[in-house]
Nanobody
Framework: VQLQASGGGLVQPGGSLRLSCAAS????????IGWFRQAPGKEREGVSV???????YYLDSVKGRFTISRDNAKKAVYLQLNSLKPEDAAVYYC??????????????????????WGQGTLVTVSS
């Protein structure tokens, strides 16, 4: 599976973006898909994950603002980012796994569970 994240851009605080994770050569039906982000000088952080069965999990700091969804027919997973804050600015990556998904105590997926990674898309939140 080859993954490509897109949809990033510059947005003002309070604004919205929709990120897409597309598979170029395979379906995503058999994969859990996670979104991760990394800001300059910071460690990679799990943001959200959707399981093969459609269960969703979110990092505590994005709950109520971000929504993950999947469209298997379009071989895509989306992350809707609403009410963006400057601290949400980062490069966002999508990743896929067929492993069991672990969720940390803060609601975030565990990056080490994911075996396939796409290139990132940059989200900038600034006025």
């Amino acid at each position: 599976v080859q993954l490509q994240a897109s949809g990033g851009g510059l947005v003002q605080p309070g604004g919205s973006l929709r990120l897409s994770c597309a598979a170029s050569d395979s379906t995503l039906d058999d994969y859990g898909i996670g979104w991760f982000r990394q800001a300059p000088g910071k460690e990679r952080e799990g943001v959200s994950v959707i399981s093969r069965g459609g269960s969703t999990y979110y990092l505590d700091s994005v709950k109520g603002r971000f929504t993950i969804s999947r469209d298997n027919a379009k071989k895509a997973v989306y992350l809707q980012l609403n009410s963006l804050k400057p601290e949400d600015a980062a490069v966002y990556y999508c990743a896929a796994t067929q492993n069991p998904i672990q969720i940390r105590s803060d609601g975030a997926p565990v990056a080490e569970d994911f075996t396939l990674w796409g290139q990132g898309t940059l989200v900038t939140v600034s006025s």
